[in-house]
């Protein structure tokens, strides 16, 4: 026998909240403050009027504007206590920074590589006590072998040098191990640019300019530069934005401009150019740059003075001659393998060839970048720069051209690491900018750098003071240096070209250890030209089209 179906609800219509209920934490604060206010005047106490004025009357404001404002939900619901979350939100890098981080969290450098930067630029002791605070068990942790019979290598440190150039530039240059990433004048201020410079020339090290151009900052201390042409071709460019030769060799020739580096893209956004906001763009900067004031400077994403790795290595040859034989390359983040071995193959087949490669990593640091390119777009730079050295070892090249490694340096052992992954030489941006009194706000892109280094706010600026800051980015760097001889010398070598992979041990798995030639298998010398590199090589090299990145 079939059920019966059940009568249909009569349906109950929605519950429509009163408007007390609806609107009791409001009207309870605005009662209250109202009779606050009312207290105030009738109790006739001294300046109850004056109170009345200067702090019931604004609250009582404030809460009816939060009231019937539509765009924060937070402050409607809840008026003038809701204020309260944007506060804690905008404390919460220097609660997390001074509070709640442990000394080994890398976010992005961590408590105890900014102290040993801090520690070494004013001079003070930087030993640690107590022993390791890392856990040397967990994977990923490195360490350099050290040899039963070390030698003392600390007499190399500061005569050291590479030569970039030698035998082939009119004007070759010999850097030091350590050296002032690119950082432009207009993301750094004129204050730090002049103490980076400076400290520089106290130090004997070099600075890069980054895209932005030379400024009379760059040139008043006397610190030998390394010139960046980006894509912007801040400071060589014609109206219409392309490459001005006349511009260029104007700029090249000054004294200080040692070599001139050419920036196919950065490791904090690989592919995706950049942008000065038009509120950091003062008459000054728009001057060295040749640009308009007050607006938003971009950087497209690719040169226009080049298409191909033919074209690229044209141009290099054409820089190398407008600067009378100074010293010419290019920085990179390694994307697609096939791209760089494109360049590679167009060495081989015209002979030439550029004096450097600078190779930045994927986890590079920027004043302003999009979270998708910081996080998702490059190759680390531990692996690019293995790639690029293996890559011109494979292509007989690797004696002509030397390699630079950019990016989050801040140890003598972070110097060692990168030259046994095939560098002969470093570059450090963030470290020096910790050196100059940068506390890692996390403000770079707001103009609101509260040390006075990434802002162009004068009251901002005046408290970064050139001559003290410069002789701690010089003590830095040759404390640094004098680090990497000390492990050198524990090793049992004297110099850092005497360093390979197999001296660099890394914690792959629980129990397992292997050297840094065992995870990058080097690559045997021409190996690619007479087909004995493994075959993922050879793949990579036959697809390789010295005419096209594409």
């Known amino acids: 026998m079939p059920k019966k179906p059940w009568p249909p609800r009569t349906p109950v219509p929605p519950r429509v909240p009163g408007f007390i209920e609806h609107w009791s934490p409001k009207v309870f604060l605005a009662v209250s403050a109202v009779a606050l206010a009312a207290t105030c005047v009738a109790g006739y106490f001294e300046h109850g009027a004056l109170w009345c004025l200067v702090v019931i009357v604004p609250l009582v404001v404030l809460g009816l504007v939060d009231m019937f404002q539509t765009s924060h939900a937070i402050r409607r619901n809840f008026p003038v206590i809701g204020h309260l979350r944007y506060v804690l939100e905008s404390l919460r890098p220097e609660i997390r920074q001074y509070f709640v981080e442990s000394d080994l969290e890398e976010n992005p450098i961590s408590r105890e590589k900014r102290s040993i930067v801090y520690q070494r630029a004013k001079g003070e002791l930087d030993t640690l006590p107590f022993g ?274 950019a990016g989050k340096i801040t140890t003598g052992f972070h110097v060692l690491h990168k030259i046994a992954l095939g560098a002969d030489l470093t570059n450090a941006a963030r470290a020096m900018m910790i050196a100059l009194g940068c506390i890692q706000a996390l403000k770079c892109n707001t103009n609101q750098c509260p040390v006075g280094v990434a802002t162009q706010d004068p009251r901002l600026m005046r408290g970064l003071v050139v001559a003290d800051k410069a002789r701690r980015v010089a003590n830095f760097q040759r404390k640094t240096v004098e680090a990497a001889f000390e492990l050198l010398g524990a090793a049992g070598l004297r110099r850092p070209d005497e360093l390979g992979p197999q001296h660099i041990f890394r914690r792959t798995a629980s129990g397992q250890i292997r050297s840094l030639a065992e995870i990058h298998p080097p690559l045997s010398p021409g190996a690619l030209l007479d087909g004995s590199a493994p075959e993922e090589w050879l793949r990579l090299w036959d697809a390789a089209d010295p005419a096209s990145f594409g």
């Not at 440190?157 to 004007?171: N, P, Q, T, W």
């Open 132 to 405: 390791t605070r890392a856990d040397v068990y967990r994977v990923g942790y490195e360490w350099i072998a050290h040899s039963m019979a070390p030698v003392d290598a600390s007499g190399e440190a500061e005569s050291y040098r590479v030569a970039i150039g030698e035998g082939r530039c009119a004007k070759p240059y010999r850097a030091a191990l350590l050296n002032v990433s690119a950082m432009s004048f207009g993301s750094l201020s004129a204050n730090a640019i002049l103490a980076l410079n400076e400290g520089a020339r106290l130090g004997g090290f070099y600075h890069n300019t980054g895209e932005g151009g030379i400024s009379p900052y760059h040139l008043k201390p006397g610190g030998d530069l390394v010139w960046q042409i980006g894509t912007g071709y801040f400071g060589c460019r014609k109206p219409d934005g392309t490459f001005c030769p006349e511009s260029f060799q104007k700029g090249a020739a000054h004294e200080q401009v040692r070599m001139i580096e050419v920036k196919l893209s950065q490791g904090a956004k690989p592919g995706h150019g950049g942008i000065l906001p038009g509120r950091k763009v003062t008459e000054e900067i728009a001057r060295i740059r040749h640009v308009p004031a007050g607006k938003d400077v971009i950087s497209p994403p690719a040169h226009t003075a080049f298409r191909t790795p033919r074209e690229l290595l044209a141009f290099l040859d054409e820089l190398r001659e407008l600067s009378g034989g100074k010293p010419v390359g290019f920085k990179l983040c390694v994307g697609r393998r096939r791209d760089f071995l494109a360049i590679v193959k167009a060495m081989v087949e015209t002979g030439s060839h550029p004096d450097f490669i600078t190779v930045d990593g994927g986890e590079g640091g920027t004043g302003a970048a999009p979270l998708e390119f910081s996080n998702s777009v490059g190759m680390p730079l531990a692996d690019g720069l293995n790639f690029v050295h293996n890559a011109l070892v494979g292509a007989g090249l690797r004696e002509k051209v030397k390699i630079i490694a």
